[in-house]
């Protein structure tokens, strides 16, 4: 069992807005840790979408974003497309160190 | 360009060993800490292993905890996992993942995986 949660799907028409929610508690986001996340694509290896809660990398386009609020996180993707199909992880921190929510899947209708 | 090549996954039987390997080339491998991440198949990701760039530091997930050793070789630009007494439940793609500077906080550079499946 994760110690972040995530909803397992999410699903949205091109050009929808899309939010994928990640709540933890006290002992990570709660406790000051940022929230970071991941895009994996159908059979690939994990890729950083976004770091410390809102920070694209070079090269993520910009209808992806990321907010953090107490204990949860989101992440949000606007005017969405075919290929932002594929699975979204989360991950903080806290004493048991890297921890991982579970994944969401985001179908494009 | 950063890469990183994982190696040595294999099909190994339970209460077995395999020693993973990871290459790194592109970027001052010695000023990273590294990291293993795995993903059962169809599951999500899980955090398995650190260390520190010198190799002082070292932390382990409770589920492989007294079973696996991270180690690397900073004149080679390498990292490897010890894996020991191998479960079913230890079959998954194993990932090498850079861990970011400053802080340590996220990982910021992923290899493609190698796949480690126990099983008699």
């Known amino acids: 069992q994760s110690v972040l949660t995530q909803p397992p799907s999410v699903s949205g028409a091109p050009g929808q807005r899309v939010a994928i929610s990640c709540t933890g508690s006290?002992?990570?986001?709660?406790?000051?840790?940022?929230v970071h996340w991941y895009q994996q694509l159908p059979g690939t290896a994990p890729k950083l979408l976004i770091s410390?809660?809102?920070n694209r990398p070079s090269g993520v386009p910009d209808r992806f974003s990321g907010s953090k609020s107490g204990t949860s996180a989101s992440l949000a993707i606007t005017g969405l497309q075919a290929e932002d199909e594929a699975d979204y992880y989360c991950?903080?921190?806290?004493?048991?160190?890297?921890?991982f929510g579970p994944g969401t899947k985001v179908t494009v209708l | 360009e950063e890469q990183l090549v994982e190696s040595g996954g294999g099909l190994v039987k339970p209460g077995g060993s395999l020693r993973l390997s990871c290459a790194a080339s592109?970027?001052?491998?010695?000023?990273?800490?590294m990291n293993w991440v795995r993903q059962a198949p169809g599951k999500g990701l899980e955090w398995v292993s650190s260390?520190?760039?010198?190799?002082?530091?070292?932390d382990y997930a409770d589920s492989v905890k007294g079973r696996v050793s991270i180690s690397r070789d900073n004149g080679g630009n390498s990292v490897y996992l010890q894996m020991n007494s191998l479960r079913a439940e230890d079959t998954a793609v194993y990932y090498c993942?850079?861990?970011?500077?400053?802080?340590?906080?996220?990982?910021?550079?992923w290899g493609k995986g190698t796949t480690v499946t126990v099983s008699s």
């Open positions: 993942a850079r861990a970011s500077l400053p802080g340590y906080q996220y990982m910021d550079v």
């Open positions: 592109g970027f001052m491998f010695t000023s990273y800490s």
């Open positions: 260390i520190s760039a010198g190799s002082s530091y070292t």
């Open positions: 006290s002992s990570n986001i709660g406790a000051g840790y940022d």
């Open positions: 410390h809660n809102n």
């Open positions: 991950q903080s921190y806290d004493r048991s160190g890297y921890v």
